[in-house]
């Protein structure tokens, strides 16, 4: 089985050899890395990994929280890689989708995860119910800002379900294709260019 590394540090001040150390030593190859923060949107190292994967292939890392943000990106990035076909190993925390146990404890975080989507929606109708009765009147439709948008088409064309994307930018169906079909927007000039082969290191950040 073909595995493909990625690592991540916050700052690039931090080094990313203990992760490559272990990613390597796992029989990860290519490795690819990205220095940017645990919170930020756009990550296009890690969109670069996702579309980089193929069916039988293997996405490793040394923990959860080098790959998702949040529970809820892991329950994308989960629906993402049972989408292609591809599985996840997480070195530290002994987490492998290829065993029952492992498929066993990465569906009950992204059960934890669909727990905690649910009930930040029902707190937003709350507000709106509030709002309404003191007569606040609550319009508009939910806008992503240009990296949101970025990321959006990036999942997209990694794979990812248009009902996924709905769910978690909460947005129409139609909302998601105009997206999908507008003009791109400017990427920040700190965005760095990818080149990816399919052997060797990917070293790629700000």
């Known amino acids: 089985m073909i595995r493909v590394g990625y690592a991540r540090v916050s700052s690039v001040g931090q080094s990313l050899e203990v992760q490559r150390e272990k990613l390597t030593a796992a029989g990860c190859d290519p490795i690819f890395e ?20 193929r069916k039988g292939e293997s996405l490793v890392v040394t923990r959860l929280d080098r790959l998702a943000r949040s529970l809820a990106h892991l329950s994308a990035l989960d629906a993402l890689l049972k989408q292609k076909e591809v599985t996840l190993q997480v ?3 002994a987490i492998e989708t290829t065993t029952s146990h492992g498929k066993m404890l990465f569906g009950m975080l992204a059960v934890f995860a669909e727990f905690e989507n649910d009930l930040r929606k029902e707190r937003q ?48 169906k139609a909302s998601v294709y105009r997206y999908l079909e507008g003009t791109q927007p400017q990427a920040p000039a700190d965005t760095p260019t990818v080149h990816v082969h399919r052997h060797g290191v990917v070293a790629v950040g700000d």
């Open 125 to 172: 109708l709350d507000g709106i119910r509030k709002a309404q009765a003191r007569g606040v009147y609550l319009g508009g439709r939910p806008t992503l800002t240009p990296a949101q948008v970025l990321t959006l088409r990036a999942q997209r064309a990694a794979g990812v379900l248009i009902k996924d994307l709905m769910r978690q930018y909460g947005l129409s």
């Open 34 to 53: 990205e220095k940017a923060s645990g919170t930020r949107q756009e990550r296009p190292v890690l969109q670069e990994c996702l579309r980089y994967l």
């Open 91 to 93: 070195l530290d925390q």
